[in-house]
């Protein structure tokens, strides 16, 4: 959907706050209505409001030290800006206990809208009931966010595909279905505290097991989950990429000191695959035949730049300016009391009730394919070198 489709909604749903009469007090109810597929912003406590700069916005996001959430906090917030929204983005260094301060903060600055990317999905659900008290509304950004039933909408990008993509693409590059060979994988997952990481490896296991199960591919470390409900014992925790580094180091000193090679890396997004990188160039992997193929996500620069040296296969791309486009909109159909745009009201169960959701489609990026990065204004050829 073209960035213009979202405005032109964006605007319809500014035109719709404006008219309201400026008596039209906050439409919120202590009462949560079922938000459910209706997406029906009056019944769930929405805020209503004559004026958008009545309208403040909390944007609550994990951190600074993981590229992409730079980008998602200040687009955001550089669109709820334009469409005349007060706004507080809060970025909280991947501390649970900070990001829990910054949301309440925000329900005590009057906050009416909280959108929030969350650290540990599992750890919101109590000040998410203050919120919920006082007739917030809350979008889950990105991240599911976890037994309560105090969350209205899900904005992402469609998480179990992306590890679907990366499985694919190893059963792709390496012929898995008709190959007679073997090949060595070392398999990675997200932070445990990380809902998103669970549907990444569940995307990627189911593609890949059966292929382990097979013996077409060998886990030399023993690190092959047996199931993708084990996904958490081969999770690397904040997405840290010098954790995932002495990971990868600690398995070639352990399973490949006798000449054995890594043949495939599962990394489920680029900062893990920037640090499984590192430990690849410490054990002497050059890029060139014989260097592992190495997946990633989010289309992180630096990894971007390695893909065109030839240290990392593919990366999936989240375009999050459109994540960004998609949830301001939902923001301006909450303000004016619209119904709230989804695509998707099976798919998140979140242990509570199942959220309605704005699914996006995400995007396999090769060493071959990084044109479509300057082409949609992602990056600037410069940016990468070209
Ligand atoms: C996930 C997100 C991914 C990944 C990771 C680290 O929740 O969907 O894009 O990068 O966090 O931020």
Not at 148 to 166: L, S
Not at 224 to 241: H, R, V
Not at 297 to 325: E, F, H, I, S, Y
Request: aromatic share 8%.
């Amino acid at each position: 959907m073209s960035n213009t489709t979202f405005t032109w909604r964006r605007v319809a749903a500014m035109g719709a706050v404006a008219a309201l009469s400026f008596g039209a007090l906050t439409a919120c109810s202590s009462e949560r209505g079922d938000s459910g597929s209706t997406g029906d912003a009056s019944a769930d406590g929405g805020a209503a409001s004559a004026d958008p700069g009545d309208v403040l916005v909390g944007i609550a996001m994990p951190t600074k030290s993981l590229e992409r959430w730079n980008r998602d906090g200040a687009h955001l917030e550089e669109l709820l800006k334009d469409d005349g929204f007060s706004t507080s983005l809060q970025y909280a260094d991947n501390k649970v206990d900070q990001q829990i301060s910054q949301v309440e903060n925000m329900i005590n600055d009057g906050a009416d809208i909280l959108v929030v990317a969350s650290i540990d999905g599992t750890a919101l659900a109590p000040v998410l009931q203050t919120a919920a008290d006082a007739g917030i509304t809350v979008i889950a950004y990105d991240r599911l966010i976890n037994g309560t039933d105090n969350v209205d909408y899900y904005a992402t990008f469609d998480n179990y595909g992306v590890g679907q993509m990366q499985g694919e693409f190893i059963v792709d590059q390496l012929d898995l279905e008709n190959t007679t060979e073997t090949y060595n994988l070392e398999p990675f997952a997200g932070s445990p505290d990380d809902n998103n990481a669970k549907f990444f490896f569940a995307g990627a296991w189911d593609v890949l097991q059966p292929y382990v199960e097979s013996g077409t591919l060998v886990v030399p470390s023993g690190k092959a989950p047996a199931s993708d409900d084990d996904w958490q014992s081969i999770g690397i925790q904040g997405w840290s990429s010098d954790t995932a580094q002495s990971e990868m180091e600690n398995r070639l000193n352990s399973f490949y000191s006798g000449g054995e090679k890594v043949d495939v890396v599962l990394s489920p997004n680029d900062s893990l695959a920037l640090g499984i990188a590192q430990a690849l160039a410490g054990a002497g992997y050059t890029p060139g035949d014989g260097y592992p193929i190495l997946t990633g996500q989010d289309a992180d620069k630096a990894n971007v730049l390695n893909m065109l040296a030839g240290k990392q296969a593919m990366t999936v791309w989240k375009d999050t300016r459109t994540l960004g486009d998609q949830v301001a909109t939902m923001v301006s159909e909450i303000a004016a009391g619209q119904e709230v745009t989804v695509n998707d009201t099976e798919s998140y169960d979140n242990g509570n009730k199942v959220v309605p959701t704005y699914l996006l489609p995400p995007q396999v990026i090769t060493p071959d394919t990084v044109n479509v990065l300057v082409d949609s204004g992602f990056y600037t050829a410069a940016d990468l070198g070209l």
